[in-house]
């Protein structure tokens, strides 16, 4: 095989394990997060902290509404009881009486409001409940399928490299340089096909001499235009999996 096919077997070769790289990290993301299921999880507990503090206020409201209540009666019951006949005293314990009922009429507003902000709580929980439980159910499943996925991208990483390891022993060290250079710093396209004259990197037609250089395929043409490895003799209608497989195994 001549070095520019080395070359663009090795670029073919790259691509798709950048394909099966980053197919493998997406996998591998998916599986660390969980399919949500923390969020979830985190939500809930948010949710049933805000319950908690509903209830706790609605306790201690609902107390001191009882201990008002009881004051209430208390104090009915010597403005009535006809122990008190001190006008002045009456007159103060009508006044602590009225703002007693008052206190009392706040309570009970009060636990209308915290009693409808429970209810909102208990559904917001429940329902959130719900959704946990069928979350975790599909994440084992879609778990298993990840888990199975990230097992063939693994092996079929481990011999794509073993494949591109091949190829970069019997590449020159200066070619190869050359390849790994262009390759950075054209965005991925060190070798670009030449298909009727025009140079797939960058689309501009190459001077016919190099056309016929690159045709030849016996030295390495550079695009005048973009500086990417020329390249040509190419089989129509084959993969990019088969033209890999295809230039690897030729000698």
């Not at 915290?114 to 929980?125: C, G, P, Y």
């Not at 550079?222 to 390249?231: D, H, R, W």
Request: proline content about 1%; glycine content about 4%.
């Amino acid at each position: 095989m001549t070095t520019v096919r080395q070359m663009f077997a090795l670029q073919e070769l790259d691509i798709i394990l950048d394909r099966v790289q980053d197919d493998e990290n997406k996998t591998q993301n998916e599986l660390n997060n969980g399919a949500g299921i923390g969020d979830l999880e985190s939500a809930l507990q948010r949710d049933s902290e805000l319950l908690q503090e509903s209830e706790l206020q609605q306790r201690a409201t609902k107390l001191e509404a009882e201990t008002q209540k009881e004051r209430s009666e208390t104090l009915n019951s010597q403005l009535y009881g006809g122990e008190i006949t001190n006008p002045r005293d009456l007159e103060s314990l009508e006044h602590e009486h009225s703002n007693v009922l008052k206190l009392i009429e706040q309570h009970e507003a009060a636990l209308d409001n915290i009693a409808d902000k429970v209810a909102v709580a208990q559904f917001k929980k429940s329902e959130l409940e719900d959704k946990l439980d069928e979350a975790r159910a599909a994440w084992q499943i879609r778990q298993t399928e990840l888990q199975d996925s990230l097992k063939e991208l693994v092996k079929e990483r481990e011999e794509m490299e073993l494949q591109r390891s091949k190829l970069t022993e019997v590449l020159d060290p200066v070619s190869l340089q050359q390849y790994e250079l262009l390759r950075k710093s054209k965005g991925g396209l060190a070798v670009a096909k030449v298909h009727r004259g025009l140079c797939q990197g960058c689309k501009m037609s190459l001077p016919t001499h190099q056309q016929q250089r690159v045709r030849s395929g016996r030295q390495t043409v550079l695009c005048s235009s973009c500086g990417t490895v020329s390249y040509t003799h190419l089989r129509a209608h084959e993969t990019r999996e088969d033209r890999v497989w295809r230039l690897v195994g030729e000698k």
